[in-house]
């Protein structure tokens, strides 16, 4: 069965711009978590979708926004892009059923904001 | 708000030795569900192992396994029989009760495997 999936790898965008990023969970998970990790803040928690609804949402800013699609496919954008969200946005997949919480990783999107 | 603390920024270990990674959390919650990860230098994150709070018995998966003390708010992670591949940051992360998805972690141990 295949991973999770995320477009693009990689990104150089420049300050005020906004970005678009990409994840396909594993085939049968309904629920997609997005997460950031930076040297500074460590991972943090942006949001969680399930059948199209934002369930749960981490502190920031309402530049960064999501979406999921009918086939649990989802993506998240971030506007008007500052020097500190440079960052790697990692995303994750869960079955969402008792005993099979477990959420798996994507390979991530490392953007790089100059 | 639940907090995950990881006291050991780095660790090392002689191959084929074993290595204690230490957790802590805090959490007001009964129902919970805490998980190690392991994010090598390619930054993909690879579960290790994971324990239910409500369960008593500690995990394991093969080389790895778990202490999970509940009161004390405990969760190592024992690594055995050392690997260079075992080389990697590792995570400690606590998840709520079933259908919270957020997961909250700590600010991860380098774990360096000598030869």
């Known amino acids: 069965k295949a991973g999770v999936t995320q477009t693009p790898r990689y990104l150089i965008k420049t300050r005020g711009q906004q970005v678009t990023l990409s994840c396909s969970p594993i085939?049968?998970?309904?629920?997609v978590s997005w997460y950031q990790q930076t040297p500074g803040q460590g991972l943090q928690f942006l949001f969680e979708?399930?059948?199209?609804?934002?369930?749960n949402k981490g502190n920031f800013p309402g530049r960064f926004s999501g979406r999921q699609f009918s086939n649990s496919r989802s993506e998240m954008n971030v506007s008007t892009l500052e020097l500190g969200d440079s960052a790697l946005y990692l995303c994750a997949s869960s079955r969402l059923e008792l005993e099979q919480e477990t959420q798996y990783f994507g390979p991530g999107t490392r953007l790089l904001v100059l | 708000a639940q907090t995950v603390t990881q006291s050991q920024p780095e660790m090392s270990v002689q191959e084929a030795e074993t290595v204690t990674l230490s957790c802590t959390y805090d959490?007001?919650?009964?129902?919970?569900?805490l998980f190690w990860y392991k994010q090598p230098p390619s930054r993909q994150m690879i579960l290790v192992i994971r324990q239910e709070a409500y369960k008593q018995q500690n995990a394991t998966e093969n080389r790895f396994s778990v202490n999970f003390q509940k009161a004390a708010k405990s969760f190592s992670l024992k690594i055995s029989d050392s690997q260079l591949g075992d080389a990697a940051m590792y995570f400690c992360a606590y998840r709520g009760g079933f259908g919270n998805e957020k997961l909250t972690f700590g600010t991860g141990t380098r774990l360096t495997i000598i030869p």
């Open positions: 085939s049968g998970h309904r629920s």
């Open positions: 959490t007001s919650e009964s129902d919970y569900y």
């Open positions: 979708y399930f059948s199209e609804t934002q369930r």
